[in-house]
């Protein structure tokens, strides 16, 4: 049974390497590339990929579709371009589409490497996503870019993990981090969702939780400083989304 790997990509050059090599056991690889500047495109060319170029687009989940719709194989696997799918799940994969499951799709245990490391704890792992999936019988909402794939039918779980390789440094955090705050504070915006000071403080507190259950309930703490920033960066994204959306409910007042 045919394997598609579809992947989305906008100035990769670090990545996608290490990314396609963990592939060569597929029967095709689409990469979308996303107006990338660097050589990401160049670096595929090698790797035989069906490369499409598309519009950049915020919401990168319809170029995702999109690689969907090329795909020529009944199963695909869905990955970022710094992703990487390890020996024992490639052959757990194939195995389990050789058998034809009942399953239309599978959610994958995904192992974040966060500044240089591989996080355990603080709900970093088992980070389950829904990436392996019959290609008739799953596509995005296209709605949010952080968002899960849409499944008809039965989903299961595969027991080996997928490697992403999420920050390499604060730099790149912090570039991700301002294009992810931005998203969702636009998409509140765009739901009605407006600015309000009990709002804020409510969202204060729900940060304030939630980097405590990371850290301190979760263990964050045993994946070391490492814990401590990953834990730390989500409660101060959360902060940042307010106040951005706050930004945006002035101006938009203003108009």
Known sequence: MKISACITAH???????????SLSWVNEII????????RTAEIAKRYNCKIFNKPNNP?????????????????????????????????????????SPEENGFFIKRKNNYFGKFLMHGSNYPDKQLRLFRKKFGKFPAKHVHERLKIEGKVGILNEPFEHYTYRDVKQYLKKFDFNTTFEAKYQLALGRKFKTSSFIKSLFSAIFRFMRRYFFKLGFLDGFHGFASAFF??????????????????????
């Open 11 to 21: 100035n990769e050059e670090l990545n996608i390497e290490r990314t396609l090599k």
């Open 31 to 38: 990469l979308v590339d996303c107006e990338s500047t660097d």
């Open 59 to 99: 919401n990168l989940n319809i170029n995702k579709n999109f690689s969907f719709e090329q795909a020529i194989s009944e199963w695909i696997i869905c990955l970022d371009a710094d992703e990487v799918i390890p020996k024992p799940l490639a052959e757990e994969i194939s195995e389990i589409i050789a058998s």
């Open 234 to 255: 989500d409660f101060v994204s959360r902060i940042i989304i307010q106040i951005k959306l706050w930004e945006l409910t002035k101006n938009d007042r203003h108009e």
